[in-house]
């Protein structure tokens, strides 16, 4: 099994960056970002996946460019640097892992409590 404990969520302006970070145990080889504002589904956000060759990541078309994931594996932790944010990018963030790749939630079967992140105009 694969306990996930997400941080680093807040309250900023527009403009503003924040960092969260995912601490994981049971060794998840593929660990992603999603987020979910009321009254909307859950949407992909970024992912990242270790493996003998190296790693690799993969960030939605609406956070490209503004927001980057990366892996400490020293610390078995995941960040998600977020900067520029806008209102828009207001949301509960959750970190979930798997043994597979993938850009769906259901490719993966271990969820954090989540984290929110407000940004105001």
């Known amino acids: 099994q694969v306990l996930l404990v997400e941080s680093g969520g807040g309250l900023v302006q527009a403009g503003g960056s924040l960092r969260l970070s995912c601490t994981a145990s049971g060794r998840p080889s593929s660990v992603a970002w999603f987020r979910q504002a009321p009254g909307k589904e859950r949407a992909f956000v970024a992912a990242i996946n270790g493996s003998f060759w190296g790693d690799r990541t993969n960030h939605a078309d609406s956070v490209k460019g503004r927001f980057t994931i990366s892996r400490d594996n020293a610390k078995n932790t995941v960040y998600l640097q977020m900067n520029s944010l806008k209102p828009e990018d207001t949301a509960l963030y959750y970190c979930?892992?798997?043994?597979?790749?993938?850009?769906?939630?259901?490719?993966?079967?271990?969820w954090g409590q989540g984290t929110q992140v407000t940004v105001s105009s």
């Open positions: 979930a892992a798997g043994a597979k790749w993938g850009y769906s939630s259901t490719d993966y079967n271990y």
